[in-house]
C-alpha cells in the first residue's frame, strides 16, 4: 500500500473526488500526466473531505509490475509487431516496404491505445483505485475561492 498526500479538486455525488497530487507521491498503473508535476487522480471518499481540503490517501500497488509491462511495453510490443507484420506483407498489397511497416506501426499504435483502454477499466473494476484515509487539514489557502464559504461567513 502507498500511502500519498494531495489536495481535494472536485467532489462527485458518487462518494469520488479528484485529488491534485505530486506525482512523486504516485503509483498508478497507467499515468497521463507524465511531465507535469502534479496530478489529478479518482479516489474514493469515505472520510466526507470537501473541496480544497488536504489529505492522507492510500493506493494499492500490489501489481505494479504487471500494471508497467501493461502500460508500457504492451503498446510498444504492439507498434512493432505490427511494424514488422506490415514490412513483410506490405508488397502482397502493393505497398511499398517502409511504407506498409509505417501503416502498420500506426495501427498497431491504434491496437495498443485500444488495449490499454480496456486495461484501465478492468483496473478500475478490480477495486484498486486510491481511498482517502483521512484529513489533514480542515481549511486551505484554497479554500478562499470556495463558493460556500461567503455564506458560512455570514450565518
Not at 62 to 89: D, E, S, T
Amino acid at each position: 500500500m502507498r500511502t500519498g498526500t494531495g489536495v481535494v479538486d472536485t467532489v462527485f455525488d458518487n462518494g469520488m473526488v479528484k485529488l491534485r497530487t505530486n506525482r512523486n507521491n504516485l503509483y498508478t498503473p497507467c499515468s497521463g500526466m507524465i511531465c507535469k508535476n502534479n496530478a489529478l487522480i479518482d479516489a474514493k471518499n469515505p472520510v466526507g473531505a470537501i473541496k480544497g481540503q488536504y489529505v492522507r490517501f492510500n493506493i494499492p500497488d500490489g501489481k505494479m509490475g504487471v500494471g508497467g509491462a501493461m502500460c508500457f511495453g504492451m503498446p510498444l510490443l504492439m507498434v512493432l509487431i505490427w511494424g514488422a507484420f506490415g514490412y513483410v506483407n506490405g508488397e502482397a498489397f502493393g505497398w511499398a516496404k517502409e511504407l506498409s511497416a509505417f501503416a502498420g506501426m500506426i495501427f498497431g499504435g491504434i491496437v495498443g491505445a485500444v488495449l490499454l483502454k480496456r486495461y484501465e477499466k478492468k483496473v478500475r473494476e478490480a477495486n484498486t483505485m486510491a481511498e482517502i484515509t483521512e484529513i489533514i487539514v480542515e481549511q486551505t489557502i484554497e479554500m478562499d475561492d470556495w463558493p460556500g464559504k461567503s455564506q458560512q461567513n455570514n450565518s
